[in-house]
């Protein structure tokens, strides 16, 4: 597109004129412009060379400071407006702040329609009447709703991995980059009138918004208490639903599904009770309570999950497990759900069932930007770069052990390693890792993996859990055979570690030889960034931990983006030893995990878990009563 084009070869000398970059940085950048074929804009904030922001507003400028004398002088001279009429087009512009066409437009100088007309043909993009397409449905899930009220554009199709948008105005360049930037795609342009957009979203997007909420579909059931009689098997008396209840049901599953991912939560919870399901979802780490689902559509509710779990409908009394992906907004999302049978004094025996929300984009994050302290971080890096040992990762259910490990691994890969793994489940794929799924009924438990693992000539081990003796010290084994093998432990905190793993069984000489760093982290919750703000501290407190007046802590107040929680997101907190002699010589003794703690700190510098999380409450990220609560005394 010629939008494109002229800003591409502009660029480098306004950027040259504006004394931005120099001679030097515009020839690597064009260079690399060449050798890749990414946009030079891209490159030079990728290089560093410009901030996004100042290039948007820079290439902002000038698209209009052009298309202003282009466009007026056109106009004028092809008999659209008169002199005057321009003038005071000006004039009123620089008081409004407006683009010019579109004050002409106000003024009543020229048609909407034709102003599109005139700027079709001058930036060469395309003008089409929105009432007359047909849209493509999938294009709505590639952008917000909300982006498209916001920057008055809408998606129209999809083809060759490219986004077609309408938009009102194509010169404005930041709108085009956000667009690109949310849908993650390539994006041609059209143009098309401000109010066939508008009504153009609302039409798109009308089902999504009119969509019943959750609340409302179940609602809708009446909600008389059943009586069933006791240890009756709740097969045999389900009740026969209707064409309609039975929509209901795909309709709820669906609708509660999406609810979770659309709120962040990683697990969904539907637990049997005598007068109704109860559904909690798992939001930041806390269970948060929905409203309840009928009684009457519990049996139906939890069939058609199992169903798509493709678990054994008839099998209720055993725990089963099993997995589906659904769409959403375009992506796809895996769900891995369990059931779990548990017996109610009057429903008898019913299933509970949990769906975890596997997000694709967790394990994607850089290690550099998981938050480690930067002391914390080079250390970290040296050791997962050793070419043998074992490293471990250690922390509660949900404290983002999985995160870390496959950072860990992403951050190692490359063509010249065999990097395999044996996982229970598989959380994520990676590119070039050699993932097992351990199934115990079938006799690939973590121990007979390591085993057969270890004569495909593996140069990294990744074992999801220490869970037995066996898979330890086979684990060991294969650190000190020349391999480096990564795992997870639950201990509450890294030096915890070497206590554990001698109770286990294994040899004092072995742990202390074998093992190079152990990271304990957690996940706390971090301060919404649009309510933040500073929180006075008890005097006894700051006595208590040792804070100096000056240090300053914040909590969010709570607004509309974080539902008045104060907190919107996570972020990590850690603890990483590595053992020294005098930490070596302790596990030899086979010390308690205080004294091995106090040495670490004392002699290998050890950042603990409470001191890292004051850290990030001084820093604002979390609050000083989340880092406390995630971490213990140090003294
Ligand atoms: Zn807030």
């Not at 009308?206 to 579909?217: P, V």
């Not at 179940?218 to 039975?246: F, H, K, Q, Y």
């Not at 659309?262 to 798992?282: C, F, M, N, V």
Request: with cysteine.
């Amino acid at each position: 597109m010629m939008l494109n084009k002229n800003t591409k070869t502009n660029l480098g000398a306004l950027l040259l004129r504006l004394g931005l970059i120099d001679e030097d940085q515009l020839e690597h950048a064009m260079n690399e412009h060449q050798r890749t074929g990414i946009m030079l804009s891209k490159i030079l904030v990728r290089l560093g060379m410009v901030s996004e922001d100042a290039l948007t507003q820079i290439l902002g400028t000038q698209m209009q400071s052009t298309m202003k004398m282009r466009l007026g002088e056109m106009l004028l001279q092809q008999g659209y407006i008169t002199e005057a009429q321009l003038e005071k087009a000006l004039e009123e512009q620089k008081k409004t702040g407006q683009r010019l066409g579109r004050t002409l437009v106000m003024l009543g100088f020229l048609p909407e329609e034709r102003l599109i007309e005139i700027l079709s043909a001058q930036l060469d993009v395309p003008f089409i009447k929105l009432e007359s397409f047909t849209f493509d449905e999938d294009a709505s899930t590639h952008l917000s709703d909300e982006i498209c009220r916001r920057y008055d554009v809408v998606p129209l199709f999809v083809a060759n991995k490219t986004l077609t948008i309408a938009m009102a105005d194509p010169t404005n360049i930041r709108v085009v980059d956000i667009v690109k930037f949310k849908s993650r795609m390539d994006v041609d342009i059209v143009m098309a009138s401000k109010k066939e957009i508008q009504a153009a979203v609302d039409k798109m997007y009308a089902t999504s918004s009119e969509q019943e909420s959750l609340a409302d579909l179940i609602r809708d059931g009446d909600d008389e208490l059943e009586t069933v009689e006791r240890g009756a098997d709740s097969s045999v008396n389900e009740p026969e639903l209707t064409d309609e209840e039975g929509q209901q049901v795909v309709k709820i599953v669906t609708t509660l599904i999406h609810e979770a991912i659309a709120r962040g939560a990683s697990d969904i919870h539907l637990e049997p009770q005598e007068t109704h399901l109860k559904l909690r979802y798992r939001i930041d780490g806390d269970l948060q309570l929905q409203p309840p689902i009928p009684a009457r559509l519990m049996p139906q509710i939890l069939s058609r999950i199992k169903l798509l779990s493709k678990m054994d409908i008839a099998e209720k009394r055993k725990p089963l497990d099993g997995r589906f992906t659904v769409r959403y907004k375009g992506s796809e999302v895996d769900l891995r759900v369990s059931s779990f049978p548990v017996s109610l004094r009057k429903r008898g025996v019913c299933e509970k069932i949990v769906m975890r929300i596997l997000d694709p984009n967790s394990g994607q994050f850089p290690l550099r930007e998981m938050g480690f302290d930067p002391r914390v971080l080079k250390q970290f890096l040296e050791a997962i770069n050793l070419p043998n040992g074992i490293i471990l990762v250690t922390g509660p259910t949900g404290s983002g052990k999985s995160t870390t490990l496959y950072a860990s691994i992403r951050e190692i890969i490359d063509s010249t390693t065999n990097i395999s793994t044996m996982e229970d489940p598989v959380e994520l794929n990676i590119d070039g890792v050699n993932q097992g799924q351990i199934n115990n009924a079938a006799g690939f438990t973590f121990a007979a993996g390591i085993r057969a693992l270890l004569r495909q000539d593996p140069d990294v081990i990744m074992i999801g859990e220490m869970r037995d003796t066996e898979t330890s010290s086979m684990a060991i084994e294969a650190a000190l055979t020349g391999h480096l093998v990564f795992s997870t432990l639950h201990t509450n905190d890294a030096a915890g570690s070497f206590p554990r793993l001698l109770e286990m069984g294994l040899e004092p000489f072995l742990v202390s030889t074998a093992i190079k760093g152990v990271l304990a982290q957690r996940l706390v919750r971090r301060i919404c960034k649009h309510c933040k703000e500073p929180v006075e501290i008890s005097e006894e407190l700051r006595a208590d931990l040792h804070l100096t007046p000056d240090m300053q802590f914040y909590h969010g107040k709570g607004c509309s983006k974080c539902d008045g929680s104060g907190y919107k997101g996570r972020c990590g907190i850690y603890e990483f030893l590595v053992p020294n002699e005098g930490v070596r010589n302790l596990i030899l003794k086979r010390a308690s995990g205080d004294e091995i703690k106090r040495t670490a700190i004392k002699e290998c510098g050890l950042i603990t878990l409470r001191m890292d999380g004051i850290q990030k409450a001084l820093a604002g990220l979390t609050t000083l009563e989340q880092a406390l609560s995630a971490s213990t005394r140090d003294d």
